[in-house]
Each structure stands twice: as structure tokens, then as C-alpha cells.
């Protein structure tokens, strides 16, 4: 009755509309997005989609959540209920066993036919079993849909020791999720680690600890034979010799691609359905998308990159401009309660000897993460324990993003490739973020001393020397309280700004301008050019010059020694980028806006970065006016410090200098 009604529902859209259905052949996480892509692009379109098992479309991914008793039978359908809608049908348990290509009909399994304007297949794939003798015994299972999770939950309540064969993803799940109910459950892996395909030695070795502490065995570098049994699973015969006692075995040892519909029409097929990068197969009005496509000679195990191949494959039907170029395997999952990341070329077979692996280990050892890098570009990641990177990991990943050498230093230290992002609140700030930026006092070292009993700012500053020399961090210490505190950073602030950009402008002239020309006749009485050219207006620049930057160095002094405290630490600042800006304007005089060669060279080079580092630094600080900013206080710590790097080569710079001077 059910089979006439759905005949005649078919012939009377037929009867009204010219255009032919497309068609779906499975009803699996991939098919149905192919529906929602299709309905959302075009809602009008008619559809039709088909599906072999006696379920409406569920989530396979939560079959394990299942299993193990965290999902109920309504969490595992919710999240892919298919809309009922006019011009959608649905045709459950109902498979097709024909395609009749040069009619565009597909045949079910009741024999009717069904036209079609494009077709879709999303079949899937299945278990792979392997060929062990025993496999057919009863107590042997697969894990890949929900006929197998039912099967499963019924034995799991008899069963005492259970074994599953494969120590791949779905493996680990299945072995975890049958521990309920006191079952004994061991896992065995033919390769050297556990999630072979995702993680290298030392992940694995992490995961499989784990699943010891847990209770759960692993058998490492070892294989099934046979299975032992007269008609129910007694145990197994291993590669090694050795025989184990168990009296249920579980199968996942990955899987196959369905191709045996495609085969028998004759659409190309290698390892799966063969597909271009719209996602047509040899026959440009059958689309393959999921489980069963190959595309560029690469198998996809996962949904994320079914769920793309969908999205494509929908809008190239629908005659808009679409490419499939294939994806990068990621994986980003909790296995048995344990965060586990992977994507791109992480193993020791796909990383070449030109890659370049940096590792981070916790403290603790409770997390693990690894970077694959190729000429400085991000390759692949791992990481095992929780990472709030990941999302920027998958992105540069994708995207061969370059890793540049100071984020691996940090990556080294912390296990981070970029800057934590903090609120302006110091009281959120990490405990080595540093308040003062003078001193050095980091927020952990406050927060010590408040615990200790410094309650207000002044009890803070003596305890710890925070806000001590310039004091624009006193709204910071204020924070830290809860309280509200004036900035005195107000002191010379205009000042210091307007220095910065002098400096700034007299840098970036004195190396964007051409040298100065010299006098092109010796017949002229004096000319700008003896300036840098005659030896004794040479050693007056050079010395000023010299004193110039011996006395910007006073800074340091009013800033870290105590007795050296008359007038304002804002005024000293200041002072120190006149001195600054004064000392590009004798640079001019002494070199003529030459940059030299060799060792002058080498000299204007550091005067030059000193100038506009400095420049910056000032700019920074002047801006900052007491701003309790974590990334603000961290560019001008860097610049500051970036400031001090490059005075340390001036000395002997100077030093060979003056030498070679005098000496020739």
C-alpha cells in the first residue's frame, strides 16, 4: 500500500512540473547536508532522497556517546531531523539496486523507477573486516551504524572480557564505551602506536597510559591470527603465539568505500568513486560526495570533509561556481576524556627530512603539542590536553601560514604560538605579566604582597618599588585594590610626544634622502660639505656626538638608582629624547647623510634602529598615560627593551671607530 501511494505521489508531480527530481542516494550526515545546501541555494527545488537503513537520517558521529550511555536515542537523531516539506521526498529503507544512466532513472529495491535531472550518491562506506579465521563466529562484531549499537548494547550485558581489534579512533570509543557493566576490555593494534594515522610516538604512548589508568589493556605491534570458538568467541590466536581468553570481539579496523552501485553502471572507480573538483563523477550527471568519493587520488574517513564536498557538489548542480580542492585531515576530539588535536602532516611517515619539528611538554606532562613546519610554514599540529589555540592552529594549518622564529621561542617557553589575550583588568592578567614596566614588578609579585597586607598603593609601592620611578602604572596598582588612582605620567607627556615624532620624521629622512652632495669646485671658500670632509669639524661632530649619547644614557641612572632623584622621572624622559632628536641633527652634520660602508655602515645602522625603536618607545609611552592595557604595556616593554638591545653594539662600534680613525 505504502509502495502505491509513493508511485502515485511521484507520476502526479510529474504530471506538473517539466523538471526532474534531483536525486540522493543516502541518508547519512553528507546526504543530508546535500539536501539543506540544495534548499537553501534553492528552495523550490524538488528532491528526492534515499536512504537503506529502516531509520530516518542520525548522527553516527554520537553512535559512541551512545554506546557508552551519555546519548539517548533522541540526542542521536535530533540534530539531523530533515524538514518535511512539499517539494522534498523521502524515501527510507528503501535501497537503490539500480541505475539505468542513459534513461537517468534509479531503480529501488520494490522495482519502482524513479527519473532524475542530477543524482547524488552519499553511500557511505562500510567495515572493513579482515580475513581472520573465526570472524563469522557469533560474538564478533562491526561498529559503523546503528544496527551494530544495538547489537553491541545487548552483549555488553553478558559480556566479561571483550576485545576490540583496531586501535584507530572509533576503536578507542568503542573500547571505552564498553566498559560499562564491569566488562574487562582490551584493545590490539597491529602498528607501533594507538591512533596511528593522527598522532606520532609520544601522543600515542599519552593516550594509551590514559586508557591503562583507565583499565583498558593495549596490545602493541601485535595481530589477530584467529579467532578462537566452536560456535560462540572463546578468545584469540595472536601473531605472537600467544592466546587470550575473551568472549566477544569488535571489529574496527577502518573502512571501505562503496562502489559496488557505481561499478556495476560503469562510472570510474579506483579505491572509491573517482570525482573532479565539482564533485561529478566520469558521468557529469552523477555527483558522488561523503565516505565513498576519491578525489585527487585521496579517501576522506572523516565528516568534516564530506560536509564540504556536499556544500560543492550542491552549488555546482545548481549551475553556480563551485570547486572542491580537497581538504587537510583535522581531527579535534575528546578521546576517552582526554582533548586530542590533529591536523595535516604530523606522522613519522608524511614528515619528509626537510621538515622542522618543535615540541612542548607541560610542565606536568599533562599536555603535548607539536609543530610540523616546511621552510618556516605551518604543516601540521598535535597536541594531547586542552589548547585554546586550536581554532588558529587548524586556520594556519589550511592556510600554510609562516611561523616566524620568535613565536617558536615562545611556542618553546609556554606552548603558545601567539600572545594570550587578557582583558584590561589586571586582576585577570597571568601572574607573569609584568604591571611596572620600570622595575619590572609582575602582577603575581602584587598580588603577593596584597595577600601579605598591602592595601593600598603607597603600601604596594614601598613593598614592591612598583610606580616608584615614572608612576604611570599607580591606575594599575589602583585596579589590583579596587580602588581609583591619578596617573602622573601627565607630567612632560605633550612634550614627549611631539619629541617622539621629531625623531621619528628625523629618522626616516636621514635614511630615505639621498647624501649630500660635495662641492663641485675647490674654488669656492667653504662649503656645507667640509662639514663631514675636513678633519677638524669631523672630530667636533664626532665627540658631540659622542657626549650626546653618553649623557641620553643618564636615564638609566635616574630610573635604577635611588640617590638620583631630583626633578620629575617625566622631565628626565623628555630631556632624553631631546637629546635624541639632537643627536640625529649632529649625525647629519658628521656624515652628511651617508650611510658608509663596512664599519660605518655597521654604525649608522644601530644609530639608525636606535632612533626610530626609541622613537616608537617614546610614542608609546606617551600615549599610554597610566591605560591599564596588557597588550599596550607589552609593545612598549618590546620596543623599550628592542631600544636597549641595540645601544649594547654602539660601544665597541664607537670604540673601532675612533681607532681606525686616529689610526689611519
Known amino acids: 500500500m505504502a509502495s502505491a501511494v509513493l508511485k502515485e505521489s511521484f507520476i502526479n508531480r510529474a504530471a506538473v512540473t517539466s523538471a526532474d527530481p534531483i536525486v540522493i542516494i543516502g541518508t547519512g550526515p553528507v546526504g543530508v547536508r546535500t539536501v539543506q545546501e540544495l534548499l537553501r541555494t534553492n528552495p523550490g527545488q524538488e528532491i528526492v532522497i534515499y536512504g537503506d537503513e529502516p531509520w530516518e537520517p542520525y548522527n553516527r558521529v554520537r553512535l559512541t556517546q551512545m554506546l557508552a550511555g551519555h546519548s539517548t536515542w533522541a540526542d542521536v537523531f535530533k540534530s539531523l531531523v530533515v524538514a518535511d516539506l512539499p517539494n522534498l521526498e523521502k524515501r527510507y529503507n528503501c535501497p537503490i539496486v539500480e ?23 552519499a553511500v557511505g562506506s562500510r567495515p572493513h573486516v579482515p580475513n581472520i579465521p573465526g570472524v563469522d563466529l557469533d560474538g564478533v562484531f562491526t561498529f559503523r551504524n546503528m544496527s551494530d549499537v544495538q547489537g553491541l548494547l545487548a552483549r555488553r550485558v553478558r559480556s566479561r572480557q571483550t576485545l576490540v581489534i583496531g586501535g584507530g579512533l572509533l576503536g578507542i570509543e568503542a573500547a571505552k564505551a564498553l566498559q560499562r557493566s ?57 601473531r605472537s603465539g600467544r592466546e587470550l581468553a575473551f568472549d566477544t570481539v569488535v571489529i574496527a579496523t577502518g573502512i571501505v568505500p562503496n562502489t559496488k552501485l557505481a561499478r556495476d553502471v560503469g562510472i570510474s572507480v579506483g579505491r572509491g568513486i573517482r570525482v573532479n573538483d565539482h564533485l ?58 582526554r582533548n586530542v588535536f590533529s591536523i595535516g602532516c604530523v606522522t613519522e611517515e608524511e614528515i ?113 618599588g612598583a610606580s616608584t620611578v615614572c608612576g604611570s602604572c599607580k591606575p594599575k596598582l589602583a585596579q589590583l585594590l579596587g580602588e581609583s588612582a591619578e596617573a602622573t605620567v601627565d607630567k612632560g607627556r ?12 628625523a629618522a626616516l629622512l636621514t635614511l630615505l634622502m639621498n647624501p649630500i652632495s660635495f662641492a663641485s669646485t675647490v674654488q669656492v671658500d667653504w662649503h656645507l660639505s667640509q662639514l663631514w670632509t675636513n678633519s677638524f669639524y669631523k672630530q667636533v661632530s664626532g665627540f658631540t656626538l659622542l657626549g650626546l649619547s653618553l649623557v641620553a644614557m643618564l636615564l638609566s641612572l635616574r630610573k635604577r638608582v635611588k640617590r638620583v632623584s631630583f626633578a620629575a622621572y617625566g622631565y628626565w624622559r623628555v630631556m632624553h629624547a631631546v637629546l635624541g632628536v639632537l643627536t640625529l641633527v649632529v649625525l647629519l652634520l658628521h656624515t652628511g647623510l651617508s650611510m658608509g660602508q663596512n664599519l660605518n655602515f655597521m654604525l649608522m ?37 628592542a631600544h636597549i638591545f641595540l645601544f649594547w653594539p654602539l660601544p665597541v662600534l664607537l670604540g673601532f671607530h675612533v681607532l681606525k680613525s686616529y689610526y689611519f
Open 280 to 337: 561529478q563523477t566520469s558521468d557529469p550527471n552523477i555527483y558522488a560526495v561523503g565516505e565513498c568519493t576519491e578525489h585527487r587520488g585521496q579517501i576522506y574517513g572523516l565528516v568534516a570533509p564530506g560536509l564540504e564536498q556536499a556544500s560543492v557538489a550542491a552549488h555546482s548542480m545548481l549551475g553556480k561556481k563551485a570547486a572542491y580542492k580537497g581538504s587537510i585531515s583535522a581531527a579535534n576530539l575528546k578521546v576517552v576524556g
Open 494 to 505: 605633550t612634550a614627549l610626544f611631539v619629541m617622539s615624532a621629531l625623531g621619528l620624521v
Open 182 to 238: 564491569h566488562t574487562a576490555v582490551s584493545i590490539i593494534e597491529h602498528g607501533s602506536r594507538l591512533m596511528e594515522r593522527q598522532l606520532d610516538e609520544r601522543a600515542g604512548e599519552m593516550i594509551r597510559e590514559h586508557l591503562m589508568a583507565l583499565g583498558i589493556k593495549s596490545y602493541l605491534g601485535d595481530s589477530v591470527k584467529q579467532i578462537l570458538g566452536d560456535r560462540l568467541v572463546e578468545g584469540v590466536r595472536l
Open 99 to 121: 541505475i539505468d544512466r542513459h534513461a537517468r532513472i534509479v531503480v529501488d529495491a520494490m522495482a519502482y523507477r524513479q527519473r532524475y535531472s542530477k543524482l547524488v550518491m
Open 352 to 464: 619528509t627530512n626537510i621538515d622542522h619539528c618543535v615540541e612542548y611538554s607541560s610542565p606536568s606532562s599533562e599536555s603535548y603539542r607539536k609543530l610540523v613546519l616546511r621552510q618556516g610554514r605551518l604543516m601540521g599540529a598535535i597536541a594531547v590536553g586542552k589548547w585554546n589555540e586550536v581554532s588558529r592552529i587548524q586556520e594556519g594549518v589550511t592556510f600554510r601560514r609562516r611561523i616566524w622564529p620568535w613565536q617558536l621561542l615562545r611556542f618553546k617557553r609556554t606552548g603558545e604560538l601567539w600572545p594570550t589575550q587578557v582583558s584590561d583588568d589586571v586582576r585577570q592578567w597571568p601572574a607573569t605579566a609584568a604591571v611596572c614596566n620600570c622595575t619590572g614588578v609582575t602582577r603575581g609579585a602584587l598580588s603577593a604582597a596584597v595577600a601579605g597586607g598591602c592595601q593600598t598603593v603607597e603600601a604596594l609601592a614601598e613593598c614592591t
Open 605 to 641: 645602522f644601530c644609530f639608525m634602529g636606535l632612533a626610530l625603536v626609541g622613537a616608537f618607545a617614546a610614542g608609546m609611552t606617551a600615549y599610554e598615560s597610566g591605560k591599564a592595557s596588557l597588550a599596550l604595556g607589552r609593545w612598549r616593554r618590546c620596543t623599550t627593551w
